[in-house]
């Protein structure tokens, strides 16, 4: 068993080049190798790896959702890229998906173990940790649950490591009709039917931009006198000239929020829109 998890660990190390890191590695009472950032056990010893490797494996303590699982030394991680619908709690009800991305992402987790790699930001405004995440034999997580339709793709600037790889899960879903791309429940909505009482949570707009304007920070396209998109001027470079979107039918994917009369959908990355036939 020493011999299989290291030689996994050998061959991530191989797989992926960056910098130089000092990490520790220590044998769990199961007689696991394990590797991590982090001295979690007090007979782990540093160890130096040569630029080779930026992928750590850590023990999963729990799942608690479709994207989001908690490491044996209590770290919350948030997987990059991707939102699963919510499961219930005190402060919401579930969403139709919810139960079946978290019970996906359970099983295959079921070993206990995942392999985590950083973009560039490495935490969320909550402190959890942003990864992508690989099961001990080898499966990307974030992309599989894009392409059984169980998440939705939400690339955010300046994470942008997998973004073609994930682009690619995700339309692989939507053209098979998997998951939430069938699902009634997340079918486009005309933004004309936008009301106070169920614009919240992920959800797909049909929509037509008329006309552009700016603000100090964002790039404002007009949809209409209750609803605009919003574009992050820092962002802007990742987008085809924002004229090419006006006057023609589009899909806009992600969150609104409001602000007196006023709906927003806040785009950060040309993903998020799909331009119709």
């Given at each position: 068993m020493v011999k299989y998890f290291y030689s996994v660990f050998l061959l991530f190390c191989l797989s992926v080049s960056v910098s130089a890191?000092?990490?520790y590695q220590w044998t769990d009472e199961s007689g696991r190798q394990i590797f991590s950032d982090q001295p979690a056990d007090p007979a782990a010893e540093a160890i130096e790896?040569?630029?080779s490797s930026n992928r750590y494996l850590f023990n999963v303590k729990r799942v608690y959702d479709g994207d989001t699982f908690v490491l044996e030394n209590n770290e919350r991680v948030r997987l990059l890229s991707i939102n699963t619908p919510e499961i219930s709690s005190r402060h919401r009800e579930a969403e139709p998906g919810g139960i079946a991305a978290r019970d996906w992402l359970r099983n295959k987790l079921k070993q206990g173990?995942?392999?985590l790699q950083y973009d560039t930001e490495k935490r969320d405004r909550y402190d959890r940790q942003l990864a992508y995440a690989w099961t001990v034999d080898g499966a990307f997580i974030n992309e599989q649950l894009l392409q059984q339709g169980l998440a939705?793709?939400?690339?955010?600037?300046?994470n942008l490591q997998y973004a073609e790889q994930l682009i690619t899960a995700q339309q692989q879903a939507v053209e098979?009709?998997?998951g939430i791309w069938a699902d009634k429940h997340y079918q486009p909505r005309k933004v004309s039917t936008i009301n106070e009482n169920d614009y919240r949570g992920w959800q797909r707009w049909r929509l037509t931009a008329k006309s552009q304007s700016q603000t100090r920070d964002y790039w404002v396209l007009k949809v209409n006198d209750k609803v605009s998109l919003r574009?992050?001027?820092k962002q802007q470079a990742l987008f085809p000239p924002l004229g090419t979107y006006l006057n023609k039918p589009l899909e806009v994917r992600g969150w609104i929020s409001k602000r007196g009369d006023h709906y927003s959908l806040f785009v950060q990355h040309p993903s998020a829109i799909v331009t119709l036939e």
């Open positions: 890191t000092e990490i790896l040569q630029p173990q995942v392999y939705a793709l939400t690339i955010q600037p300046p098979q009709k998997k574009i992050a001027k």
